[in-house]
């Protein structure tokens, strides 16, 4: 079996942390930004210096080609993202860019040959913080979402995808499409869950992830002074939203066991102490399993904003910003991780992943896999996000025997 250097290993993953690195352990590494570029040049910088074929198409993603002995044959595609949340944790993208990484390299050092190449990929603006949105380059390259439509997308300061493209000189000239169909996809990430730390495992094998939506809903009232106006006559846009975001929470106890939905972006109009909102908009994130329970929980939704409105005296509109049906993941790469994580002795559970991934969008267009380790307490998309080195490095190693076995497979990807 193919061990993995975890000195050198642990030692990237430092350097890289460092770029964009916050005070209290995390990263802030937004998409597009100057410190996404930063790190993007020092990525392109590692490929090279591996001898990889470095090629980045229209939309930023970075691909790199290790040569394989039949250059024909449809290559495996690894890797993940290497942008941030705000103030986010230094596991979440990174460690699988990092993993695949560490793949290519133990590779190169054995002088191994594989039958078909292997690409490593870094997509662009997985996580939708400062775009939306999210998996915004594997789904445009996959042809989920309109290129173009992509490049003229803006930021909250009104900077276009296409104009941060070109500031940080990532854009690129490929198209942003598969030049040659993947035969198989594997990533590696942190669980972002406590699943694995509850039932002791080490290796969380993922047979599907859940299906989502994301909405903006918007409350329409009048602003008034907050002195003399009677509560009788108010039309109060925030009040009638902190009755719907309340009927959102509540929504998990009736829809289905495994619902979660979350309100994570709330601005008030004119926003002022003494002054009656007369706007407030927030975002919904809803997810299931079962793409029917989503359909049910957008209608109660609005079946609680025209309630909310209706008492408050307000109006609304709901806007669905994106929508993307549960993934099942391949069971011939599910059971190839198995084995190897068998024949490593690592103990392994099956499971079902809460958070969207690239490897959602790549399981459209071929076989996919996708490969969790610890994380510590389940906290994510923050500073306190922690993975212990030993699970990371149990994970790479499943990793790399996978994507051995895989790029050595003469089967045609299902």
Avoid at 237 to 263: M, Y
Avoid at 311 to 327: A, K, N, Q, S
Wanted: with cysteine.
């Amino acid at each position: 079996m193919l061990e993995i250097n975890p000195e050198r290993f642990h030692e990237t993953f430092e350097q890289y942390s460092e770029v964009g690195g916050t005070a209290n352990g995390g990263l802030d590494r937004l998409a597009l930004s100057a410190t996404d570029g930063e790190i993007r040049d020092k990525f392109v910088s590692d490929l090279e210096a591996l001898g990889l074929s470095v090629r980045i198409d229209e939309l930023g993603n970075i691909f790199g080609r290790r040569s394989g002995a039949d250059q024909s044959a449809n290559p495996i595609l690894i890797g993940s993202h290497l942008d941030s949340q705000p103030s986010g944790g230094r596991y979440d993208g990174q460690l699988g860019v990092l993993t695949a990484l560490e793949t290519i390299r133990v590779f190169e050092n054995l002088d191994i040959e594989t039958q078909r190449p292997i690409e490593i990929v870094n997509w662009t603006n997985e996580e939708g913080s400062r775009f939306k949105p999210a998996l915004m380059g594997s789904g445009a390259w996959v042809g989920i979402h309109d290129v173009d439509e992509i490049l003229s997308t803006t930021d909250e300061q009104g900077t276009s995808v296409e104009d941060a493209l070109t500031q940080i000189g990532y854009d690129g000239e490929s198209p942003c499409n598969p030049n040659q169909i993947p035969h198989a996809y594997l990533e590696l990430h942190v669980e972002q869950g406590p699943v694995l730390e509850e039932c002791g495992r080490e290796i969380g094998i993922v047979e599907g992830i859940l299906g989502m939506a994301w909405l903006e809903a918007t409350i329409y009232g009048e602003a008034d002074h907050a002195g003399p106006s009677p509560m009788h006559t108010r039309s109060d846009s925030l009040v009638a939203a902190a009755d719907v975001i309340t009927g959102i929470r509540r929504l998990s106890n009736h829809l289905a066991d495994d619902v979660v939905t979350t309100v994570g972006e709330l601005t008030i109009e004119p926003n002022s102490v003494n002054v009656i909102p007369s706007k407030a908009s927030f975002t919904i994130d809803l997810r299931s399993y079962d793409y029917d329970v989503v359909t049910r929980g957008i209608d109660q939704i609005e079946a609680e904003l025209s309630s909310a409105c209706t008492r408050e005296g307000t109006e609304y509109d709901l806007e669905e910003l994106w929508r993307i049906p549960h993934t099942e993941f391949s069971q011939q790469i599910c059971n190839s991780l198995e084995t190897v994580a068998d024949e490593l002795g690592l103990s392994h559970e099956r499971m079902i992943g809460g958070a969207g991934h690239d490897a959602s969008y790549l399981a459209d267009v071929t076989q996919t896999g996708l490969v969790f380790v610890h994380s510590v307490d389940g906290k994510t998309h923050n500073e306190q996000e922690f993975t212990q080195w030993d699970d990371a490095v149990a994970g790479a190693e499943v990793f790399a025997n996978t994507v051995l076995k895989l790029a050595n497979s003469e089967e045609t990807s299902q």
